[in-house]
């Protein structure tokens, strides 16, 4: 069984900062890729950004240049760290992890409100 578990939401003010985390636990034994997405109300979930294990980022255009996406592979655990953070931010914000073997794991998601 694998566990995912995001924290680190909440409200701020635009302009703000957000640093998100997301472990996983149990029964892993290598994990691929990390990667966030977020869903607004009323629209459709969409990716935010992944890492791979070695390193490799991607970012969605709505975010370059304000989000950055790193991990610690010896915690499991992934975070984003958010600044300039718009009001267009306001999501739940939801961390998937990709084992090697090609499963995939949903964590229960994290608010994330970005006040005007």
């Known amino acids: 069984q694998v566990q995912v578990v995001e924290s680190g939401g909440g409200l701020v003010q635009a302009g703000g900062s957000l640093r998100l985390s997301c472990a996983a636990s149990?029964?892993?034994?290598?994990?691929?890729?990390m990667v966030w997405y977020r869903q607004a109300p009323g629209k459709q979930r969409e990716l935010v950004a992944g890492?791979?294990?070695?390193?490799?980022?991607n970012y969605a255009d709505s975010v370059k240049g304000r989000f950055t996406i790193s991990r610690d592979n010896a915690k499991n655990t992934v975070y984003l760290q958010m600044n300039s953070l718009k009001p267009e931010d306001t999501a739940v914000y939801y961390c998937k992890i990709i084992l090697a073997a090609g499963q995939n794991y949903w964590g229960r998601g994290t608010q994330v409100t970005v006040s005007s």
């Open positions: 149990g029964s892993i034994f290598s994990i691929n890729a």
């Open positions: 890492i791979t294990k070695g390193g490799s980022t």
